[in-house]
């Protein structure tokens, strides 16, 4: 079974706009991922939280974590249309267990 | 390339055929994960390596499934007697295990057809 939901499935925003993506899990975490899976491909990472912190940043994208309500989100600003791609988040519940994915958002960023 | 190679990319196979596919992790990575994604979800974890044991196996991999990785190098996964239910992407990822924090990396994924 899955830990997370992404919220929403999908968004399509246009080029130049910033794009949300929230994330909701279950149970207690270690750290909490970000990746990124464009159609058919692989999974690249993004970004990593850890547990104790609550916002991160790295280059376009800010993650913030609220462990109280069990959530998470990503922001992409001034999206591209490279960005297009579905987004995944993933919690550990140690430093280096399997991960337990969400479903995913599908961003489509429109030129 | 230095990153997490599988083979093959895809594969398509009659129901009731054995299936193999390989993982190469990056080198320096001493855990290799096994999951597998069907369309519109995200991946779910099937069984993972620390060198060459076999740490933990989720309920999804049933006795018809097998994973082996014996030098602690590259990993192979067996689907014995295969289903159209199996098809699905295989996704292999490796990490140090010896990061406090560690980001798996994947690889390109096997794409599993079964008619």
């Known amino acids: 079974s899955q830990q997370g939901e992404e919220d929403p499935q999908a968004l399509s925003i246009q080029e130049g706009e910033n794009a949300t993506m929230n994330c909701s899990y279950k149970?207690?975490?270690?750290?909490l991922q970000w990746y990124r899976q464009n159609s058919g491909r692989g999974l690249v990472h993004l970004i990593l939280i850890r547990s104790n912190e609550r916002e991160k940043h790295s280059g376009r994208l800010r993650v913030t974590l609220d462990t109280s309500k069990k959530s998470s989100s990503l922001l992409i600003t001034a999206s591209r249309a490279a960005d297009t791609a579905s987004y995944f988040c993933?919690?550990?519940?140690?430093?280096?267990?399997?991960?337990?994915f969400g479903k995913g958002t599908r961003l489509s960023v429109i030129a | 390339d230095t990153g997490v190679s599988q083979n093959p990319r895809h594969k398509i196979t009659k129901r009731g055929q054995n299936v193999t596919f390989r993982c190469d992790p990056i080198s320096e990575h001493n855990r290799l994960y096994w999951y597998r994604q069907t369309l519109g979800q995200g991946p779910e974890f099937l069984t993972y390596f620390q060198n060459e044991a076999q740490l933990e196996k989720s309920r999804l991999l049933s006795d018809r499934f097998s994973a082996e990785r014996p030098k602690g190098s590259f990993s192979t996964l067996e689907i014995q007697r295969t289903e159209q239910g199996d098809s699905a992407m295989y996704l292999c990822?490796?990490?140090?295990?010896?990061?406090?924090?560690?980001?798996?990396?994947f690889g390109p994924g096997t794409r599993l057809t079964v008619t």
């Open positions: 149970t207690s975490i270690n750290n």
């Open positions: 990822a490796s990490s140090f295990q010896l990061a406090a924090y560690y980001e798996q990396y």
């Open positions: 993933a919690t550990g519940d140690s430093g280096n267990t399997p991960l337990v």
